[in-house]
Structures are given as C-alpha cells and as structure tokens.
T-cell receptor, first 115, second 115 residues
C-alpha cells in the first residue's frame, strides 16, 4: 500500500519569499510518480508539477520546483517568490506504475501568503 | 467547454432523495475517476473507469452508483444518502497507456450537503 504524509497542516510565508512544503511517501514499488496539486478555495484541484521515480533531475515548472530525495522518500515542493494568489491548500500525491493507477493523496498543507 | 466540467456545482438533498452528479471531460482522455473530499480528510478515491469499464471500486457503499456511458462522461447516482456523505465530490480524467499515464486533470467539484 502507498502512503503520503504531509506534516505541515498550515504554513505562512511573506510575499516574494520562498517556501518549502514537505511531503514524504512510502511505497515498495520501484516505479512511481509524485505529484503536487493546488486547491484554491474554489475547490478545483490544479496540477502543478510531476516527478517520476527514475527521473535524474528535480522537476521544475516556473516558480515551482520539486526537491526529490529518493533515499529519504521525500518530495518537497518549493515555491519561489510567493504571490498572494498562491494562498491555497497544497496536496502531495503518488501513483505507482503497477496495479492501482489512481492517486493516493496526503492530507494537505494550507499555505497563506502574507503581504 | 474545456478541461473537466462538473454539474451541479452545489447540491443540497434530503436523505430520501435521488440525485445524480455529472462529469464531462473535453480532453480526449480514456480514464475517469470519482474522488470524495471530506472535511479534514485526504482525498479518497471512489471509482476508476478505463475505457468505460470500471476497474476499481474502493469499497464504496452501494448508495453511490457510478455510470460511464462513454469515455467522455461519468455520472455518480446518489440515493438514500447519509449526512456523513456531505463532501466535495471531485471528478478527474487522465490518459492511460501502456507506457504509463500522465497527470490527472480535475473538475471544479460538486459540493454536496445531505440534510
């Protein structure tokens, strides 16, 4: 079974600063993918970034980067130059590449960006 | 319409009512999913459909009945619900292939309240 752990229920960051949201995972499957989603108050889940277990480099998408440490089974999201619009819930998720294809989600971190 | 749409966005129903949630994806994907998001709980997978065939039922009570008439549409029929079924119901789609599958795209969700 897969498990995602997000230990930060809430985080605050000043506008224009960087913030790291923690995510650790557990799986015995050697091939898997890690995802980060943003959920604003409107409810929609917005895909941010993806990291494959065999990817050699950390994924980056604009202001988002994923700090992937395979040995530690961590996949932290780094948001650089925070903006007020970044205030939302952030979910880390995992999908293994064999058997069950659906995503397993963590409990989420609520990020609040302060002016 | 683009992406994944869900209707209605909000639904209030009594325990004896019968209602249906609708999801439509305009992305040409071959897999669709229903998730339930309750307050203070991680997203929970409910059902998975690949090529219109149900491939996963995550021990969901029979008062929830999914229907996938084609690869673009997914319904969730509701009957005799309980107040604890009140939640945000999210639909998602993805493209699955032998080489793997990509990120899931989510709809805006239906906020369900059972009285």
């Amino acid at each position: 079974a897969q498990k995602i752990t997000q230990t930060q229920p809430g985080m605050f960051v000043q506008e224009k600063e960087a913030v790291t949201l923690d995510c650790t995972y557990d799986t015995s499957d050697p091939s898997y993918g890690l995802f980060w989603y943003k959920q604003p108050s409107s409810g929609e889940m917005i895909f941010l970034i993806y990291q494959g277990s065999y990817d050699q480099q950390n994924a980056t998408e604009g202001r988002y980067s994923l700090n992937f440490q395979k040995a530690r089974k961590s996949a932290n999201l780094v948001i650089s130059a925070s903006q007020l619009g970044d205030s939302a819930m952030y979910f880390c998720a995992m999908r293994v590449d064999t058997g069950r294809r659906a995503l397993t989600f963590g409990s989420g971190t609520r990020l609040q960006v302060q002016p | 319409e683009t992406g994944v749409t869900q209707t209605p966005r909000h639904l209030v129903m009594g325990m004896t009512n019968k209602k249906s949630l609708k999801c439509e994806q305009h992305l040409g994907h071959n897999a669709m999913y229903w998730y339930k998001q309750s307050a203070k709980k991680p997203l929970e997978l409910m059902f998975v459909y690949n090529f219109k065939e149900q491939t996963e039922n995550n021990s969901v009570p029979s008062r929830f009945s999914p229907e996938c008439p084609n690869s673009s549409h997914l319904f969730l029929h509701l009957h005799t619900l309980q107040p604890e079924d009140s939640a945000l119901y999210l639909c998602a789609s993805s493209q699955v292939s032998l080489a793997g599958d990509n990120e899931q795209f989510f709809g805006p969700g239906t906020r369900l309240t059972v009285l």
